[in-house]
């Protein structure tokens, strides 16, 4: 199973961009499908997540209220619409599954398969 990140692009402040994750070779049978970005010099972040079955959701603070994460199960893909956009979003945008119900959703160790990245550059 591969999952493939697409979507980003070069957006002004206050745009909007939608990423998709799709999976492919195989069926996702992760339990959450969560998004991490990564800023040039800076560490990887969470950014939101997803549970597969159910739809419950997570989201880090400073994306709540403009970013929201949703899934097609039937298309096998995970999505990632953002709203506002701010500069300081720009970074590496990468899709990743979790097998694991009980792991803590915000932490890229408990992630055990990514995809590629997309960047996402927001101007001011």
């Known amino acids: 199973v591969q999952l493939q990140a697409s979507g980003g692009g070069l957006v002004q402040a206050g745009g909007s961009l939608r990423l998709s994750c799709a999976v492919s070779?195989?069926?996702?049978?992760?339990?959450?499908g969560g998004w991490f970005r990564q800023a040039p010099g800076k560490e990887r972040e969470f950014v939101a997540a997803?549970?597969?079955?159910?739809?419950?959701?997570d989201y880090s603070n400073s994306v709540t209220g403009r970013f929201t994460i949703g899934r097609d199960n039937a298309k096998n893909t995970v999505y990632l619409q953002m709203n506002g956009l701010r500069p300081e979003d720009t970074a590496v945008y990468y899709c990743?599954?979790?097998?694991?119900?009980?792991?803590?959703?915000?932490?890229?160790?408990?992630?055990?398969?990514w995809g590629q990245g997309t960047l996402v550059t927001v101007s001011s």
């Open positions: 990743a599954g979790n097998s694991y119900a009980d792991s803590d959703w915000a932490s890229a160790i408990s992630y055990d398969i």
């Open positions: 070779g195989g069926t996702f049978t992760h339990y959450v």
């Open positions: 997803i549970s597969w079955s159910e739809g419950i959701t």
